[in-house]
């Protein structure tokens, strides 16, 4: 089944859509490299964006992303009713015993402490008037700032509540195969590629599904969605964060292409700004990543749409 690719007929009958499809980019990938060098998704711009075709299909209904079979069962959310007793009231109050919490949840609840502290009015002082670095965050590379450490906290939230809810390591059955899914630390390093050219693009962490048994210590068989992290008072705009995010969205199809290709390929993502969180997911036209890996970029009736669902307060 395929996930992405259930998209609103409002998008595709949009005029923008159709304008982006039909029409050529008024900047070509080749007129960046001619310009000034390809640079690392996390620096990405609008001239990036149009260049890639990117349609925006932003605060999308979860059904649009994810089919209704996918979504918890009473079953499913009865097992996992820790998750929705405590708010950010709760958490902030004198009373409320962390240790109190008996299932797996603490641990998520945990850090959702840690984000709402990152929050508050003491440290958005410190965080707010940091300057963007580009360092990774302190849990990849043991160093920290006060900017790494506030998207520290998101990313390690968002980390236990996948965990939470995907039974990290649980063997199932998919067509005879023997799978498990794993939420993984480390940054997806493949980075994307154009013209022939590799560029760097990093994530926060991904969420895999591996053979039982494969003791591959990066990548392994393929990546179901990347982790994508942003601070409180972070400094990018609305436009260059989600051209990072086409960059990673990119940068996954890619890599689940080159280990097990599929005709209609599809990436998700996870993304958290601060203790919000949303879906993304990339639909591409047919020719797209192929022309984009080894020809001179998109060409007339290529595209990439981008869906983001609503954003949802994780307190």
């Not at 043991?142 to 790494?148: K, Y």
């Not at 020809?295 to 669902?309: A, H, M, N, W």
Request: proline share 3%.
């Amino acid at each position: 089944m395929s996930f992405s690719h259930q998209l609103n007929t409002e998008v595709l009958a949009s005029a923008e859509f159709q304008s982006l499809r039909n029409g050529s980019p008024l900047l070509s990938l080749l007129d960046i490299l001619k310009r000034s060098g390809f640079v690392s998704a996390s620096k990405w711009n609008q001239d990036y964006f149009d260049a890639l075709q990117v349609h925006l299909a932003l605060d999308q209904p979860p059904e649009s992303v994810v089919p209704d079979a996918f979504f918890p069962t009473d079953e499913e959310l009865d097992m996992h009713s820790e998750m929705f007793m405590y708010s950010t009231n709760d958490l902030k109050s004198e009373h409320f015993v962390l240790k109190n919490i008996r299932d797996l949840s603490r641990g998520f609840y945990s850090r959702l402490l840690n984000v709402i502290q990152a929050g508050s009015t003491d440290s958005l002082s410190s965080v707010c008037s940091t300057s963007p670095v580009s360092s990774v965050s302190s849990s990849r590379s043991g160093s920290s700032t006060a900017t790494d450490k506030a998207e520290c906290v998101s990313e390690d939230m968002l980390r236990e509540l996948l965990r939470y809810w995907v039974d990290d390591g649980k063997v199932f059955s998919i067509g005879g195969r023997q799978l498990f899914l794993s939420v993984r630390t480390e940054p997806i390093k493949h980075g994307v590629q154009f013209c022939r050219r590799r560029i760097s693009v990093v994530t926060d962490g991904y969420l895999s599904v591996s053979d039982r048994g494969d003791k591959a210590k990066t990548l392994s068989s393929a990546v179901c969605a990347f982790i994508e992290a942003k601070r409180h008072c972070h400094r990018k705009t609305d436009q260059a964060i989600l051209a990072q995010i086409a960059g990673e969205v990119i940068s996954v199809a890619q890599y689940n292409q080159s280990r097990r290709p599929h005709a209609t390929p599809e990436s998700f993502g996870f993304m958290v700004h601060h203790r919000k969180c949303s879906i993304v997911s990339g639909v591409f036209s047919p020719n797209y990543l192929a022309n984009l890996e080894n020809g001179t970029g998109p060409t007339v009736g290529d595209y990439l749409i981008l869906k983001r669902t609503v954003e949802y307060d994780i307190g």
